[in-house]
């Protein structure tokens, strides 16, 4: 299987198992009608409608780029400092901590504004207190 359809197949995965979840996610977290919660819904179309792009542009043989993803990493340079900051935009069930990775869950307001950036997209986030502000380096999927 060439790799654009080893991708194709994987991002396929990743969307099944993402709207198999999405009940249930919505129901652990947001158990009543809110607002919080139609934000959240709202997002989790958005990132649903990304991924069969993704797919369809696949299919019609074009050139993706794959943007942050659930369960991705990404690299963030400050502008500033010239640090480069990990992090992984991951599951809201919590998480291992790994070689020096931030971890934020995609529901929190650190993760929901990262899914969905592309690389050198500046962005502007606060991790533990501290404001970040620059562009992103670099996206690694590592379930892809």
Not at 21 to 29: C, N, S, T, Y
Not at 31 to 36: A, D, I, V
């Amino acid at each position: 299987m060439c790799a654009k359809q080893e991708l194709k197949q994987k991002l396929i995965q990743h969307l099944v198992d993402f709207e198999e979840a999405q009940a249930v996610i919505l129901d652990d977290f947001f158990p009543k009608p809110s607002s919080e919660r139609e934000v959240i819904q709202k997002l989790m179309d958005k990132y649903i409608s990304h991924l069969e792009m993704l797919i369809i542009n696949i299919n019609e043989g074009r050139e993706i780029e794959l943007p942050v993803l659930i369960g991705g990493r990404l690299e963030l340079k400050d502008r500033l400092t010239k640090e480069v900051v990990k992090i992984i935009v991951g599951s809201p069930y919590g998480y291992e901590a790994q070689d020096g990775h931030y971890h934020l869950s995609w529901l929190s307001e650190p993760g929901q504004y990262l899914m969905l950036k592309r690389m050198t997209e500046q962005v502007k986030v606060t991790l533990e207190g501290r404001e970040y502000c620059g562009w992103v380096t670099n996206i690694n999927h590592p379930f892809l």
